[in-house]
């Protein structure tokens, strides 16, 4: 038994439900306050003023993927061909160059050729659905292209193909993912990595294994390729462990803005272009009637205002069981007659504050008209349709710190304008996208707020962040993570 004093508990019921002292037991919160005070505990934290949140939660990330970003060339801040060239140049004595957070600048494998001939190079583009290689990789996987730049499910042939890592490689990637994470307040996710590393039941033990060591509240999403290996390794659905959870089967409906790839209502700027069904319209819905069969939800990747409409469209054809809820991720764009069919449907929708502050104003060069919402983030809770935190990581910086602050100022990190106010979340509600409402699509329902009873898994903030300016959000303010009443990460 603990008791954690001198802190400031923020319960998320109510902005000025907060208590001073708690209790904990087991990985349980106990009470607070008077209700607690005549209780002894083995050990007393002092918390020396700080705030205290439910621990933060991100609803949708790669966790093995961004543990070996972590290990690999980092492109996200390059935004030059010269800059991408030089950062190639310093890793050349690398056997592979494998760069992720590349931002599409138009280097073809001409270039790339010439700058290095000799071993394979791979440009992960940021919206991570493309690839550019040179000619040396092209030839390891196997593909074609005469510029080298491969899109969609060609460029995920192409990941495919590379050589497998290790066992014991991923359970390294998981580590570092796990322990960045922790740092950064967060005490759960909801990833998407069954598909992309050495297969189903592998990619399953990594988790098992390393999550006996360091706890994380995981969840995970099931790739549309792996249904077949889901059922036939016997595994039931959802709680495996009560740190590990089988979600949601991941579809793609469309693709993504930079490849012009995401399906919208009006054409991008200069062509006659919609975008595209990445999977083809048939095998979408075979795939979604067939997950329906399993008794499995869906959780369906949508970019386009378009897409958004259609998604909904066939959700409500082919529904999920009653009590069942499928989940939308991204929806940044949105048709206003496309929100009254959302909020018919047992839905959820995984939103990244980020994505406007890294794609704004660019994104809007692409449309030849205005989508109608944009990233519509108020609507959608004054409309009741549950929005969940997150930062797709690696494609963003998992710090749920940055995506409140996005929530909240909508503000482009390239012109530092703020974009739609009207669709900004108060701090409470920008706190809960990462605590209470991240939680909606996981099987326990004893999670999410400081209250007796929940899990005591919890966040210690330097400062209050209900009432933090603007630059506060860049901060450092992580002091501690706790998971199941056990410190993870303690600021030295």
Same mark, same amino acid.
């Given at each position: 038994?603990?008791?954690?004093?001198?802190?400031?508990?923020?319960?998320?019921?109510?902005?000025?439900?907060?208590?001073?002292?708690?209790?904990?037991?087991?990985?349980?919160?106990?009470?607070?306050?008077?209700?607690?005070?005549?209780?002894?505990?083995?050990?007393? &934290?002092?918390?020396?003023?700080?705030?205290?949140?439910?621990?933060?939660?991100?609803?949708?990330?790669?966790?093995?993927?961004?543990?070996?970003?972590?290990?690999?060339?980092?492109?996200?801040?390059?935004?030059?061909? +010269?800059?991408?060239?030089?950062?190639?140049?310093?890793?050349?004595?690398?056997?592979?160059?494998?760069?992720?957070?590349?931002?599409?600048?138009?280097?073809?494998?001409?270039?790339?050729?010439?700058?290095?001939?000799?071993?394979?190079?791979?440009?992960?583009?940021?919206?991570?659905?493309?690839?550019?290689?040179?000619?040396? !990789?092209?030839?390891?996987?196997?593909?074609?292209?005469?510029?080298?730049?491969?899109?969609?499910?060609?460029?995920?042939?192409?990941?495919?193909?590379?050589?497998?890592?290790? /066992?014991?490689?991923?359970?390294?990637?998981?580590?570092?993912?796990?322990?960045?994470?922790?740092?950064?307040?967060?005490?759960?996710?909801?990833?998407?990595?069954?598909?992309?590393?050495?297969?189903?039941?592998?990619?399953?033990?990594?988790?098992?294994?390393?999550? =006996?060591?360091?706890?994380?509240?995981?969840?995970?999403?099931?790739?549309?390729?792996?249904?077949?290996?889901?059922?036939?390794?016997?595994?039931?659905? #959802?709680?495996?462990?009560?740190?590990?959870?089988?979600? !949601?089967? /991941?579809?793609?409906?469309?693709?993504?803005?930079?490849?012009?790839?995401?399906?919208?209502?009006?054409?991008?700027?200069?062509? #006659?272009?919609?975008? =595209?069904?990445?999977?083809? /319209?048939?095998?979408?819905?075979?795939?979604?009637?067939? !997950?329906?069969?399993?008794?499995?939800?869906?959780?369906?990747?949508?970019?386009?205002?378009?897409?958004?409409?259609?998604?909904?469209?066939?959700?409500?054809?082919?529904?999920?069981?009653?009590?069942?809820?499928?989940?939308?991720?991204?929806?940044?764009?949105?048709?206003?007659?496309?929100?009254?069919?959302?909020?018919?449907?047992?839905?959820?929708?995984?939103?990244?504050?980020?994505?406007?502050?890294?794609?704004?104003?660019?994104?809007?060069?692409?449309?030849?008209?205005?989508?109608?919402?944009?990233?519509?983030?108020?609507?959608?809770? =004054?409309?009741?349709?549950?929005?969940?935190?997150?930062?797709?990581?690696?494609?963003?910086?998992?710090?749920?710190?940055?995506?409140?602050?996005?929530?909240?100022?909508?503000?482009?990190?390239?012109?530092?304008?703020?974009?739609?106010?009207?669709?900004?979340?108060?701090?409470?509600? !920008?706190?809960?996208?990462?605590?209470?409402?991240?939680?909606?699509?996981?099987?326990?329902? #004893?999670?999410?707020?400081?209250?007796?009873?929940?899990?005591?898994?919890?966040?210690?903030?330097?400062?209050?962040?209900?009432?933090?300016? /603007?630059? +506060?959000?860049?901060?450092?303010?992580? =002091?501690?993570?706790? &998971?199941?009443?056990?410190?993870?990460?303690?600021?030295?």
């Amino acid at each position: 038994m603990k008791k954690w004093i001198n802190g400031h508990f923020h319960t998320m019921r109510t902005k000025d439900d907060i208590y001073h002292t708690m209790v904990t037991d087991q990985g349980i919160i106990v009470g607070f306050d008077d209700a607690v005070s005549h209780i002894t505990p083995q050990e007393t &934290i002092d918390l020396h003023q700080c705030h205290v949140y439910p621990g933060f939660i991100d609803a949708h990330l790669h966790l093995i993927g961004y543990g070996r970003f972590i290990t690999l060339i980092d492109l996200r801040d390059v935004y030059t061909k +010269e800059d991408v060239f030089l950062t190639l140049d310093k890793n050349k004595d690398k056997s592979m160059l494998y760069a992720e957070g590349y931002r599409d600048l138009g280097i073809t494998k001409i270039e790339l050729d010439q700058l290095i001939p000799d071993k394979p190079v791979f440009l992960r583009h940021l919206d991570y659905h493309s690839l550019t290689l040179n000619s040396k !990789a092209l030839e390891l996987v196997k593909l074609s292209s005469d510029k080298g730049i491969l899109r969609e499910e060609e460029a995920m042939t192409a990941l495919k193909r590379l050589p497998k890592h290790k /066992k014991d490689e991923l359970k390294m990637m998981l580590r570092h993912a796990i322990k960045q994470l922790y740092a950064y307040g967060i005490t759960g996710g909801d990833s998407d990595d069954l598909y992309y590393f050495n297969g189903f039941d592998e990619t399953f033990s990594v988790f098992d294994e390393v999550l =006996e060591e360091m706890p994380f509240r995981t969840h995970l999403l099931m790739h549309h390729e792996t249904i077949t290996d889901f059922v036939h390794s016997g595994k039931s659905w #959802n709680e495996q462990t009560p740190f590990l959870e089988l979600g !949601a089967v /991941k579809m793609f409906y469309d693709g993504t803005m930079s490849s012009k790839t995401a399906r919208m209502k009006d054409p991008y700027r200069g062509t #006659n272009d919609h975008g =595209e069904i990445v999977m083809g /319209k048939q095998r979408f819905v075979d795939t979604l009637k067939r !997950a329906r069969s399993l008794g499995l939800t869906a959780a369906i990747h949508v970019i386009g205002d378009q897409g958004l409409d259609d998604v909904a469209k066939l959700l409500k054809r082919f529904p999920p069981k009653p009590g069942q809820k499928d989940r939308i991720i991204h929806a940044p764009w949105a048709m206003k007659k496309t929100i009254p069919l959302l909020k018919s449907l047992p839905i959820t929708i995984d939103i990244q504050p980020q994505f406007l502050s890294a794609d704004l104003p660019r994104a809007l060069d692409y449309f030849s008209k205005e989508p109608e919402l944009i990233f519509p983030w108020k609507t959608y809770l =004054e409309e009741d349709i549950p929005i969940l935190g997150s930062s797709d990581a690696p494609v963003e910086t998992p710090n749920p710190l940055l995506g409140m602050k996005d929530a909240i100022y909508r503000e482009s990190n390239h012109n530092h304008q703020a974009y739609h106010l009207e669709q900004s979340l108060p701090p409470f509600e !920008a706190i809960k996208l990462y605590t209470t409402y991240a939680h909606q699509q996981h099987t326990k329902t #004893n999670r999410g707020y400081l209250d007796q009873g929940m899990i005591a898994d919890f966040t210690v903030s330097s400062k209050d962040l209900l009432t933090l300016n /603007k630059d +506060e959000w860049n901060e450092p303010l992580i =002091e501690m993570t706790i &998971i199941d009443e056990q410190i993870v990460y303690q600021k030295k």
